[in-house]
């Protein structure tokens, strides 16, 4: 496992983008789905919506669990999340892999679990230049585990404008109930939060860490995978400004719905036409200094705050001021 790669951000801040935009490199392995592979082997995770408690399991119970979740990727389908590999993975080839495994270590589980992953794809073994790309949202927290897993990673980490990708998180929960109704705040808030905290913690401890800003990705692409390509120690290729999947063009996961089939900014500033006050008063209290430190332009906020917002229940309503007036303390 030479130099892997790990992107990290938080839910719809880019990250599916960033990593298919480098799924056609020569050089690389990119891994078409989020693994999760530390929610899958009993650690603790906190990012609110891969939340797990800690668990002790034996090294068989872990790779039965990492399995597993291929299993549910495998039937998974569904345009708005990471679901794009359905019917693609020979479990059977995978399971024989590894489980002859030999690990004494969660280290030795992730990279026999990303022979796995290559054989479960391609059918044959992983050859030996290609270095690994995987992403999961809730990997920003496990940068350190990583770490010390693979001295010599590499770690982007995209970060999306926080008004911008409130909306999207507020769009996607919609989407994942089904419901045009405004959506209960709390994991929304508590995905930005604790992707925030992160971001600040390790990008200041590790040196191989490089923030990349959603909004330069989509205006200025060549020049960003540039710098991406740099920042990796891979040859630039003109393929690293087209994201695909399987050789072929992915189309992304927007929560508008609409497709491409190479970047495109026509959805960048699409969320000043859907932000509601409340959500410009979010961003404005919590992370004035995440707008501040990454060059965002700060909204006015509005005074209908306390006024139910555009399909807000009473439910919600008061779930949602209830927990914003504790939180706002913390």
């Known amino acids: 496992m030479h130099k892997p790669i790990f992107i990290l951000g938080c839910s719809k ?3 599916s983008l960033l990593r298919n935009l480098l799924d056609g490199h020569p050089d690389l392995f990119v891994i ?7 929610q899958n082997t009993g650690y603790w995770v906190n990012y609110s919506f891969r939340r797990s408690k800690p668990g002790t399991l034996s090294s068989d119970e872990k790779k039965e669990r990492l399995l597993n979740w291929i299993s549910v990727v495998n039937q ?3 345009s708005v999340s990471d679901s794009f590999s359905a019917n693609r993975w020979n479990l059977a080839l995978m399971r024989e892999v590894l489980t002859r495994a030999r690990v004494a270590s969660d280290k030795d589980l992730m990279d026999a679990y990303f022979h796995a992953l290559y054989a479960g794809l391609f059918g044959s073994q992983l050859p030996d230049h290609l270095r690994i790309v995987e992403k999961s949202v809730e ?4 940068a350190f585990e990583l770490l010390k897993f693979y001295p010599d990673a590499k770690f982007l980490h995209i970060i999306r404008n ?7 998180l507020r769009k996607y929960a919609q989407h994942v109930r089904r419901s045009k109704k405004f959506p209960y705040l709390k ?3 508590f995905a930005l939060y604790n992707s925030y905290y992160y971001l600040y913690k390790n990008s200041r401890v590790i040196s191989a860490y490089k923030i990349i800003r959603y909004e330069d990705l989509l205006t200025n692409p060549e020049n960003t995978m540039r710098q991406v390509a740099d920042f990796l120690e891979i040859t630039y290729h003109d393929s690293l400004l087209t994201p695909t999947m399987f050789s072929e063009k992915w189309q992304g996961n927007s929560t508008s719905r609409i497709k491409f089939d190479s970047i495109s900014k026509i959805n960048m500033d699409r969320w000043k036409k859907e932000i509601t006050s409340l959500e410009i008063w979010i961003v404005n209290h919590f992370f004035d200094f995440v707008l501040h430190d990454y ?3 700060r909204q006015a906020t509005k005074k209908n705050i306390f006024w139910p917002q555009k399909k807000e229940t ?4 008061l779930q949602n001021r209830i927990f914003l007036k504790i939180f706002r303390n913390f």
């Not at 990997?139 to 496990?142: G, I, L, R, S, T």
């Not at 009473?314 to 309503?317: D, G, I, L, S």
């Open 314 to 317: 009473t439910k919600t309503y």
């Open 76 to 78: 998974a389908e569904d």
């Open 162 to 168: 926080p008004y911008s990708n409130l909306v999207a």
């Open 187 to 189: 994991n929304i808030l």
């Open 13 to 15: 801040s880019g990250t």
């Open 139 to 142: 990997n920003a927290e496990f």
């Open 295 to 297: 060059g965002y332009e």
């Open 32 to 38: 078409p789905t989020e693994t999760h592979f530390f």
